[in-house]
């Protein structure tokens, strides 16, 4: 359904100089500054999957949904959604995919929501028949009659995520591209607008990609994922995959007595490890001590014993690793 072949995306935009002096100066300026916000991604997206497209802020996300939907062209590679190219035939592309961007609306503020999905309907040409069996649909699994006649500008940030999703959903696309569909919204509301992508996913296999600072959203949607890093791809795969592979990091607390008999350890010699395999963090206002390891290749009971022999311990709590925590470790180590 989807496939994206080696594309980049290069921003060229004027240099920028501080000051008032510096925008005088800019402004006369034909200095240029280059920024290569997608660097050479390709993937390949089935019928029907969810996949989620992670990275932190300014990693390139949003840039590489905008090629995908058209609204930018690539500098150089090529996106084909359902065998069209977005950047030559937009309209064409517009009537295959649906589009949410968390930080924006494409509703008509002034207008009651419900004439939003009359002009919706008609720029996309889609049949009394069709619109009535789509909305009843919609009605279900969006709750839109609770506000359905009120302006937009009236509406909740949680009404109005669920208003933008019917209204991407209006001419039945085959894909959905969701651009922090939950950013801002409290968890019952992210509960729904969830369950909602799945019901789509599941009635209508829809193909989802979902760009997300939430990892809660891609625990509960996303089978695989698609992690990308200062413009370029560094991991594509299942979730289980990446728990199983980087998983293996656990994490132990202490509350110990004696925080200042801590840094006597040596970590290195009672855990027969290197230093790589472990990281120790202390929080001396609370009186914690976290251990971050292998635990393939540590002992948990070695960082108790070392830790009792230095000091009283009040309380232990020891965890698996968080998704979040797998994600940051793959931000840091670049692999
Ligand atoms: N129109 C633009 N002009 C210049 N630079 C841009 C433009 N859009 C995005 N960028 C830069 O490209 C990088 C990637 O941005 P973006 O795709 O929005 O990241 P993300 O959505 O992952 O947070 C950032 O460094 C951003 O500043
Ligand atoms: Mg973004």
Redesign the pocket.
């Known amino acids: 359904m989807i496939q994206v072949t080696h594309i980049s995306k290069e ?1 060229v ?1 004027p240099k920028k100089y501080p000051g008032l002096k510096g925008a005088v100066k800019g402004l006369f300026s034909n200095e240029k500054v280059r ?1 290569t ?2 660097d050479d991604i390709s993937f390949h997206i089935s019928e029907g999957e969810i996949v989620g497209y992670i ?10 949904i905008k090629m995908m939907t058209g609204i930018l062209t690539p500098t150089t590679g090529q996106c084909l959604i359902n065998g069209i190219d977005p950047s030559k035939n937009r309209m064409e592309n517009a009537q295959n995919i649906g589009v949410v961007f968390g930080q924006r609306t494409q509703l008509w503020w002034d207008l009651p929501l419900s004439e939003s999905f009359t002009i919706l309907k008609e720029i996309y040409n889609v049949s009394e028949e069709d619109y009535k069996s789509r909305m009843d649909f919609l009605n279900e699994v969006l709750d839109l009659p609770e506000f359905f006649d009120r302006p937009v500008r009236t509406l909740s940030l949680g009404q109005r995520m669920r208003a933008d999703l019917g209204a991407a959903l209006i001419h039945n696309p085959k894909v959905l591209y969701l ?1 922090e569909p939950t950013i801002g919204l409290d968890i019952v509301v992210k509960d729904k607008i969830r369950d909602a992508i799945r019901q789509i996913n599941a009635q209508y296999r829809t193909t989802v990609i979902l ?1 997300t600072h939430d990892i809660g959203d891609i625990e509960e949607l996303c089978s695989r994922i698609i992690i ?1 890093d200062e ?1 370029k791809k560094i991991y594509d795969g299942g979730l289980e995959e990446l728990k199983n592979t980087y998983g293996a990091v656990r994490k132990v607390t202490m509350e110990v007595r004696r925080m200042e008999r801590i840094s006597e350890i040596d970590w290195e010699n009672r855990l027969h490890a290197n230093s790589s395999l472990f990281t120790v963090q202390t929080d001396s206002e609370k009186n914690l001590l976290t251990v971050s390891f292998d635990k393939n290749r540590i002992q948990v009971s070695d960082i108790i014993s070392s830790v009792m022999e230095v000091s009283d311990v009040k309380d232990i709590q020891i965890q698996e690793t968080e998704l979040s925590e797998i994600v940051k470790a793959i931000y840091r180590h670049r692999i």
């Open positions: 921003f935009s920024k916000a997608v990275g932190s802020n300014g990693a390139g996300k949003s840039t590489t651009d760009t990308i413009g």
